[in-house]
């Protein structure tokens, strides 16, 4: 039993000046991330701030992680905002100053993060929609062109038939402009944080082809 608690001064003593030198680095970049952040480099700040955390993840270094949760919640990563706030909360030796300042950040977060979900869920209904509704012109074009098509292969005169071309022609791009915007929003309300870039339907169209794509981040 002595030599465990001999043992364990020991390393309490040789651990000693490792834990403080990372804590006093971790207080030196806290306070370089504060400045970056008064001089509006955000960017800098963040990662000055994430730094001091990884040195020390305490309530010394209350204000790089209020720093961190700002500055997400200020890009929209709200999700990953909260993630953080959560651990801040739970760091045990807050003053009650910084405990009152989590709490407020928390509501306002979850209230944020609400709205994006409500939005989501609408830009989804409303995509499901137009993908359905879609499929009636796009169907009906395609078989108007598949008409044109008989007509002529069974030696009709093209001209005559003309209106079933640019029927059927006009019938796939309303239809394939429904599918793709309501992919479109489907795609964006299925989003996290409202930062994937909601992807936009593009249309070529010329005398030859027609042709229908989506650009974007899902």
């Known amino acids: 039993m002595r030599r465990f608690v001999a043992a364990v001064l020991l390393f309490g003593l040789l651990a000693s000046p490792a834990w403080a030198g990372d804590a006093r680095r971790a207080g030196e970049i806290q306070r370089q991330a504060e400045q970056a952040l008064s001089n509006g480099d955000r960017d800098e700040a963040l990662k000055l701030a994430q730094r001091a955390i990884s040195l020390e993840a305490g309530p010394s270094t209350w204000l790089a992680q209020q720093i961190r949760v700002e500055i997400l919640e200020g890009r929209g990563e709200l999700s990953q905002a909260m993630r953080h706030l959560r651990d801040y909360l739970a760091i045990d030796g807050l003053f009650p100053?910084?405990?009152?300042?989590?709490?407020?950040?928390?509501?306002?977060?979850?209230?944020?993060?609400?709205?994006?979900?409500?939005?989501?869920?609408?830009?989804?209904?409303?995509?499901?929609?137009?993908?359905?509704?879609?499929?009636?012109?796009?169907?009906?074009?395609?078989?108007?062109?598949?008409?044109?098509?008989?007509?002529?292969?069974?030696?009709?005169?093209?001209?005559?038939?003309?209106?079933?071309?640019?029927?059927?022609?006009?019938?796939?791009?309303?239809?394939?402009?429904?599918?793709?915007?309501?992919?479109?929003?489907?795609?964006?309300?299925?989003?996290?944080?409202?930062?994937?870039?909601?992807?936009?339907?593009?249309?070529?169209?010329?005398?030859?082809?027609?042709?229908?794509?989506?650009?974007?981040?899902?």
């Open 97 to 218: 100053e910084h405990r009152a300042w989590g709490e407020e950040a928390r509501g306002r977060i979850t209230k944020k993060l609400g709205v994006i979900e409500r939005a989501g869920s609408t830009r989804k209904g409303v995509g499901i929609a137009l993908v359905g509704g879609g499929a009636l012109p796009l169907g009906l074009g395609i078989a108007s062109l598949a008409n044109y098509g008989d007509k002529v292969a069974a030696g009709n005169n093209p001209i005559a038939y003309e209106g079933y071309l640019d029927a059927g022609v006009a019938a796939i791009v309303v239809g394939g402009i429904m599918e793709g915007v309501g992919i479109a929003l489907i795609a964006s309300g299925g989003a996290k944080d409202g930062l994937a870039r909601a992807p936009m339907p593009w249309l070529v169209a010329d005398n030859q082809r027609v042709v229908l794509g989506l650009s974007g981040r899902f």
